[in-house]
């Protein structure tokens, strides 16, 4: 029998290899070539690191949206040279590589089902060996970052190291504010664990006795008095109470910070500029044409718009009702189908965004339809990669050729690519609900 390639030596030393070849790749495209390889977010992000070298606000920076910890972590981009210019890349694909090297370790867990190296490496390598992921990560964005705070939170959870979940659930909404949609599904999967009633262990001749009326009397009585309290007492667990204020006192703690060094404008690129955020470009949203007509149309004072409201039904579907039907299901699979939905609904929908959902692939998959079913999983992929190669014709057309192709072309293709999400989270959905832990580890 020939060595299984799925070893973690090998897997992680091709890991590597992917993102070492792209780097390059990435220099030599950005010398020769008039389409640049580097993503235009990293050097939003490398010149904001070099205001902060300066000791001035990295919101000096035009559409610099993110939190100063970025800016701060990619100050060495601004000593000089080509190296230290890619460094924030390298620190990126790293990134993906913890994160990949997490899910194993997940997968191989007992909450993660229990997973063999080699099966839990091969799902992992959907992560790792991903080129969609190793040449975001390469080309500059820092989606890899969050990645792996969000896979270490899972982990955290999974693992019930309550301190450090709700430490890396602050860390990550500062980052990126999305990732509070998980608060929900994690406290409603850290349950208090079941106790058996006294009263199921006693033998019955040892159980009190009292007229079927008189139990009627003071069930009904106990009921009205107590039952809010004590369903109350049994939800204010120490794990929920702990993450809660741990989770809190991190982010409170971090905007504090960054409000006394940076003041308001802090405040209104990091947070309060998504509300009205009507970016048009390179978006796959069905929104995109809405806020194409919305940016050429001047804001009047008290006039309310609906990107602003826009978020209303996404938060309902991603942050409510997905975490309180699948949360103590599968946690890693509501987590999924929150991002999912979360993405598919935004109203600035970008290729980065993807990875934000293509992350927990490898938690899904092992006991999803998607994978029992090859005709439907095969159909799902190929729709929604045709749906998007379709987006991606037209915006071509609009933003490379300069021909408005607006309607009907790139709003019709944004509804398809919509549509296809719709019916892929659905999949999801229905994969995830039947799911309990023991089915996902016999499935594993």
């Not at 069930?219 to 009205?224: E, G, I, P, R």
Request: aromatic share 14%.
């Amino acid at each position: 029998m020939s060595p299984s390639f799925f070893t973690t030596p090998k897997v992680l030393i091709s890991a590597i290899l992917l993102r070492i070849i792209l780097l390059f790749y990435g220099l030599f495209q950005d010398t020769y070539s008039p389409l640049k390889y580097t993503d235009i977010d990293y050097f939003v992000f490398t010149d904001a690191a070099r205001y902060v070298s300066r000791g001035l606000s990295p919101y000096q920076r035009e559409t610099y949206r993110y939190t100063p910890l970025l800016a701060w972590l990619l100050l060495p981009t601004t000593w000089g040279g080509a190296a230290w210019f890619a460094f924030g890349k390298v620190v990126f694909a790293l990134s993906d590589i913890v994160a990949g090297w997490l899910i194993m370790l997940v997968l191989r867990s007992p909450a993660g089902g229990c997973m063999s190296t080699d099966r839990a490496l091969k799902f992992a390598s959907i992560w790792l060996l991903n080129p969609m992921v190793a040449t975001i990560s390469t080309r500059g964005s820092s989606e890899g970052l969050l990645g792996v705070i969000v896979v270490g939170l899972l982990w955290a959870v999974m693992h019930r190291h309550i301190k450090l979940a709700g430490i890396l659930l602050g860390l990550a909404v500062h980052f990126k504010i999305y990732p509070f949609i998980y608060a929900t599904s994690i406290i409603w999967y850290l349950d208090s664990e079941p106790t058996p009633a006294t009263t199921a262990t006693a033998p019955p001749s040892q159980q009190p006795s009292f007229p079927k009326s008189s139990q009627l009397h003071l069930s009904s009585q106990t009921l009205t008095t107590t039952s809010i309290l004590a369903r109350l007492k049994l939800f204010l667990t120490p794990a929920r109470l702990t993450l809660t204020l741990t989770s809190l006192s991190t982010f409170l703690l971090l905007n504090i910070a960054m409000y006394a060094l940076y003041s308001t404008p802090f405040l209104t690129h990091t947070y309060l500029h998504h509300l009205t955020r009507i970016d048009h470009r390179h978006n796959f949203s069905p929104y995109n044409t809405l806020l194409y007509l919305s940016s050429s149309s001047p804001h009047k004072n008290g006039q309310l718009h609906f990107e602003s409201l826009a978020f209303i039904p996404q938060l309902a579907l991603s942050a409510f009702f997905i975490p309180v039907v699948l949360a103590k299901r599968d946690l890693p699979g509501a987590m999924l189908a929150q991002t999912f939905a979360f993405v598919a609904f935004n109203k600035v929908c970008t290729s980065q965004y993807f990875l934000w959902y293509l992350i927990f692939l490898p938690f899904y998959l092992p006991s999803s339809s998607l994978l029992s079913k090859p005709r439907l999983g095969l159909t799902a992929a190929g729709a929604w990669i045709g749906t998007q190669a379709l987006w991606l014709q037209q915006g071509y057309q609009l933003e490379f050729l300069g021909r408005s192709t607006f309607v009907p072309g790139l709003w019709l293709s944004s509804l398809l690519f919509f549509i296809t999400n719709i019916w892929v989270l659905g999949i999801i959905i229905d994969d995830v609900g039947r799911l309990n832990s023991r089915t996902k580890a016999r499935l594993s």
